[in-house]
């Protein structure tokens, strides 16, 4: 018995050991992928053509939009018109989307406007941020932002859409707050200033030491506890303190109800097999082609 248990003893260390050497080796492979630094090429535009944001309004947004910017890899463009030449709201935001495309500007774009010519706030998305803004999450920004626009709060309307958008793309993208996401990976990655920790082997070897010879002595005293020698009693003979008692007993039906209805052989007509679905949290917002050639998505609020 001993002889066994001190081989279960040698296995579950070995196990261990191989184990733990295993982690360390995944850990530091994985520290090692990760990607040095956030995107760097993602901006943070602010086109105040309608003078409606103060310089110290400006600084406050564009450090706002830059941490959207740097965790979900896409572009946050802030415009403003008071007179859009005859352009609708939606063609208006669009053009200039596309011009800052043109310029070289990233294709992945998430840009709020402001027209006050008609009184009225739009989003535009492209790429990537098509697929993370929902048409739901898209109108409940929108939301966020009409008592500041209102009340002529045209900054904390920003904020609000910003603040608002950020959450949004959390909720798509699985993320944690102080997480970096990249879009060519798909997965999030914490920031630069987490602390790390990787084991050398000679660690892992006395951590899984210890861990194996806790669980073998655990199983030791299970086995040990299991198999202990039960204490003799006084035995009884056999034809004392015994009974038997039966009794009949029986189920009588008391109640019964039976509800019929028929079932027709054909669909009633006009059914349709399809069900509309309705807006959710899961992401990827309607879209559509621009004369430019790009696709954008988005939609516009109420107006103001």
């Known amino acids: 018995m001993m002889k066994r248990i001190f081989i279960l003893i040698i296995s579950l260390a070995f196990l261990f050991c191989l184990a733990g050497d295993v982690f360390a080796e995944e850990i530091t492979s994985e520290i090692s992928a990760l990607p040095d630094e956030a995107i760097a090429e993602n901006r943070v535009l602010i086109t105040d053509r309608a003078g409606l944001l103060s310089e110290y309004d400006k600084g406050l947004l564009t450090e706002q939009a830059k941490t959207i910017t740097g965790r979900f890899g896409f572009d946050v463009i802030i415009l403003t018109a008071d007179?859009?030449?005859?352009?609708?709201?939606?063609?208006?935001?669009?053009?200039?989307?596309?011009?800052?495309?043109e310029q070289g500007y990233s294709k992945d774009m998430f840009l709020y406007f402001i027209d006050m010519d008609e009184r009225m706030p739009y989003i535009v998305t492209s790429g990537l941020a098509i697929k993370i803004f929902s048409d739901y999450s898209i109108e409940y920004i929108h939301d966020c932002s009409y008592s500041y626009l209102a009340e002529a709060e045209y900054s904390g309307a920003v904020i609000a859409v910003l603040i608002e958008a950020e959450r949004q793309a959390l909720l798509y993208t699985g993320g944690a707050p102080g997480d970096v996401y990249y879009p060519d990976d798909g997965y999030w990655y914490p920031e630069n200033n987490y602390t790390y920790f990787s084991f050398s082997t000679s660690e892992a070897f006395g951590a899984a030491l210890v861990i194996a010879l806790l669980v073998a002595g655990?199983?030791?005293?299970?086995?040990?506890?299991?198999?202990?020698?039960?204490?003799?009693?006084?035995?009884?003979?056999?034809?004392?303190?015994?009974?038997?008692?039966?009794?009949?007993?029986?189920?009588?039906?008391?109640?019964?109800?039976?509800?019929?209805?028929h079932i027709p052989k054909d669909p009633p007509p006009n059914?349709?097999?399809?069900?509309?679905?309705?807006?959710?949290?899961?992401?990827?917002?309607?879209?559509?082609?621009?004369?430019?050639?790009?696709?954008?998505?988005?939609?516009?609020?109420?107006?103001?």
Do not use: C, W
């Open 83 to 101: 007179d859009t030449g005859g352009k609708s709201t939606q063609v208006y935001a669009e053009d200039y989307a596309a011009e800052l495309i």
């Open 218 to 261: 655990g199983t030791v005293y299970f086995v040990y506890r299991r198999y202990k020698t039960v204490g003799v009693t006084a035995g009884l003979p056999y034809n004392m303190n015994r009974s038997l008692n039966l009794r009949n007993s029986e189920d009588l039906l008391i109640h019964r109800n039976v509800t019929s209805r």
């Open 271 to 304: 059914h349709s097999n399809h069900s509309s679905g309705g807006s959710s949290h899961s992401g990827g917002g309607s879209s559509h082609s621009h004369s430019s050639g790009n696709t954008f998505g988005g939609g516009g609020g109420k107006h103001f």
